[in-house]
């Protein structure tokens, strides 16, 4: 897992999907279930019967009822009452407003973005500051209007408009409100007032009374005026039916050229369209009616304008197509088998989405182009909007989640903007993740084939000079690539080396416990899931593409060596030998780069400058004598190779994990006061962030344990004979450790004082049995300069996006780290 970060971001990849024929009238799927892969397509046709790709899920505790978008955020209203706040370049969640007492049925904002309202089913709209998210002011009815479905606001009549239950449109002048909130009647508001069914009286005139907290108001429902909606500023019967949807529009109204006028969508089947009388301030005014003639029964549930055409979705699965200069219906489309709950337009298509969570795409001649499973259940709300010049689609449903979609693909090259750099990063990314590189496996080896030539497809499109560096089979190659820094700087320009590696581990998904395919990357609430998108392709493509944007802008400063192997995940194995055989082809290098590391938490960033190593080594006690039997040659002057190994790996450790091997800690330094500063530093920052950490001075003791002081871990135990038999005596025991060194201690001296320890410890036992004890790897700790210059820029890097923290982790380190 990997956390978004929000400067360079890493990739999503596409949902799985259903395609349909077009024409097809009914949500059940034509084939079975595909994942279909994004490819480059050439062909307008092609590109209009493309279906969205999903970019991110997001996810809630409760169905998402409403969306609306600025062009930096995403806003929905849920059914518990909050509105949601995400960024839509980051994906991250920036705000919970708890705002309502009911489910936020309706959303909307000012042309400049800076309020946002949301009407609920608590019968108010609250007005909302965007920029610090606190309340503007509140509205309600001295009506009982029930759920507020819809709301509007026009910016030149400073006038919010809202649909109601109870068939009213009504409205507020918000340049009134001082004398509009100079007195309003405490036991008119909807907090206080009775409700007509809930607190009625049961049978035998018996009511029930509210529960204590009740009363309750909502945490960030405080503030600003409270204003009543004055009775004159009322059309009863707007709709002979719920007023379930709004849309204020300025052209495409013949009859209103040049003015607003707002129309509305009802239970009654019927689309009416309001002029606004600005001198009686905003009151509304019906303009006509817009009527298909069909019997009652089929309420308009959404609606949508393209110019001078109105969308509306119909209870039952139709879309009807108005057009306003005419006031003709152009189309009937019957888009889903049941009702059609939300309908927006953009890049030149109408998206519709229904209670079956199919989202359908129709062009302009209304022609089914493509269709899409969206989400587990409902789809309640939709909005299309461009961010940055791509075009997004964002969906939400009683799945509790978000989907947000880019529909590039979907539109024509000349509607579709250039992909930035983080675009083309994150499809990059998704593809490099969907390579099975296990370098654990043999029957991964093609695809760790393949994973490596793909990279080097990607280095080659930015122009970067590529080898493939030969390694004894069966191992997987090493990539060698160089981009070259700026010609104006040839002289003084530093060289650079970036070590990665493109293997990954395993990942079974039988088991069920990814909440993904591993190897097919997703972006939720914020972050990146998939195998490698961390550890560690995601950090080879990020710098891959930041070399690239400096290359193309011609302000690369250094050479940039980036040497990538594919067994890491195994040892490093015939990694040394090729950076050895190699090294005219690598040439001089001033600094080395890892990103392999991690995360302090998932909101610090932590800048490495150490790193431990690590020796793995085996122990082997064998008998001259088969597998026994216990019951039959069990005897006490039988020198049991298991026996004996418990006891010499008893030897190794003391009280409180102290490794006993003679000489064990004698290089390493006593604690510095400048490294104990650090310590301090990391601890505060990290117990401000999450106080159950709980005391810094535990935590700090708990970090050096784990990032200066040396351990020694057991891993498994391997006997010979078959598995699970309780009465074996094994002829063969074995043991797998590994030590973690730090900085001082030398690998080579560790490992001969630990081989010869165990032979020393195994002489003293006396017995008959043969120890063998082999040292299958060995990685130097190193410790770099925290002064240096390489250490200092990214220092001032890192802090132009987060807050920095020093530290050294115990990741392992490669065979050849300095």
Known sequence: MSKRPPVTAFGFRGQALTPLTAGSETDEPAT?????????????????????????????????????????????????????????STFE?????????????????????????????????????????????????SYDVGDLFCVSYSASLQTVYLGAQNTTIQWCNLKDRITKSSAPRKELHPSTRDDRFFDSA?????????????????????????????????????HYGYVYC?????????????????????????????????KKGGAVEELYSLDDGREEGHSILSIAVDGTFIYSGRSGGEVDVWDTETRQLMRNLKAHRDDVLTICVGGGFM????????????????????????????????AFTYHRQRPIYVTGGNDCTLGIWDISDCLSPTVTATRTSNEQLFESLRRFVAYRTVSSDPKYQVDCRRGASYLRSVFKNFGAVTEMLTTKDPYNPVLLARFRGNPATAKKRK????????????????????????????????????????????????????????????????????????????????????VRASKDKIGEVDWILLANSYWLDDQIPCLTYGLRGVIHAS????????DLHSGVDGSSQLDEPLKDLVMLLSTLTGKDSQVMIPGFYDPIPQLSSEEEAFYRDITAALVQ??????????????????????????????????????????????????????????????????????????????????????????????????????????????????????????????????
């Open 351 to 382: 998206f519709s989405a229904a209670v079956t969570g199919y989202v359908r795409k129709f062009d302009r001649q209304y022609q089914l182009k493509s269709r899409l499973k969206a989400h587990e259940g409902r789809i309640l709300a939709s």
């Open 202 to 238: 049961g049978p035998g005139g018996v009511r029930t009374p509210r529960r204590a907290d009740a009363d309750l108001t909502p945490r960030h429902a405080k503030g600003g005026d409270v204003i009543q909606i004055g009775k004159e500023n009322v059309e009863h019967f707007a």
């Open 689 to 818: 962030q999450s106080p159950g950490l709980g005391d810094a001075d535990s935590l700090a003791a708990s970090l050096m344990r784990r990032w200066r002081d040396p351990t020694l871990t057991i891993h498994r135990f391997q006997t010979s004979g078959p598995d699970n038999n309780a009465t074996i005596i094994p002829r063969l025991a074995k043991a797998v450790l590994s030590m973690r060194l730090v900085p001082n201690q030398e690998a080579a001296h560790v490992s001969e004082a630990l081989v010869t320890w165990l032979e020393t410890q195994f002489e003293s036992l006396g017995t008959n049995n043969s120890l063998t004890v082999t040292v299958d790897h060995m990685a130097e700790p190193w410790l770099g300069d925290w002064t240096n210059e390489i250490f200092k820029t990214l220092e001032e890097a890192v802090m132009d996006a987060w807050s920095p923290a020093n530290g050294r982790n115990g990741a392992e380190a490669v065979a050849t780290a300095p």
């Open 32 to 88: 079975p279930e595909a994942i279909l892969t994004r490819q480059p397509s050439q062909d307008v046709g092609d590109r209009q019967n493309a279906l969205p790709t999903l970019s991110h899920r997001l996810r809630h505790s409760s169905s998402i009822l409403a969306i609306v978008l600025s062009d930096e955020e995403i806003f929905a209203g849920t059914q518990g009452g909050e509105v949601l706040v995400y960024s839509l």
């Open 619 to 626: 122990v082997q006690i064998e008998s001259t004598h088969p």
């Open 495 to 578: 060289k650079i080396l970036f070590y990665g590696h493109y293997d990954v581990v395993a990942a079974d998904n039988a088991t069920g416990k990814w909440i993904i395919d591993p190897f097919a990357m997703e972006g939720i609430d914020g972050y990146l899931y998939g195998r490698g998108t961390s550890d560690n392709k995601g950090p080879i493509m990020a710098a891959i593409f930041a070399c690239a944007e400096l290359t193309s802008e011609q302000t690369l400063g250094s050479d940039i060596i980036f040497l990538i192997e594919g067994e890491e995940e195994c040892g490093s194995r015939g990694f040394e030998d090729a």
């Open 93 to 141: 969640r920036k705000a919970v407003i708890e705002g309502h007492r009911g489910s936020v049925l309706g959303l909307c904002l000012s042309s400049d973005a800076e309020l946002l309202f949301s009407s609920a089913g608590d019968r108010i709209v609250n007005v909302w500051n965007t920029i610090d998210l606190t309340r503007n002011c509140c509205l309600y009815s």
């Open 246 to 278: 709004m849309q204020l529009i300025t052209d495409g109204v013949p009859e209103s050229a040049g003015n607003e006028v707002l129309i509305t969508g009802g239970g009654d089947g019927v689309v009416k369209l309001w002029k606004l009388d600005a």
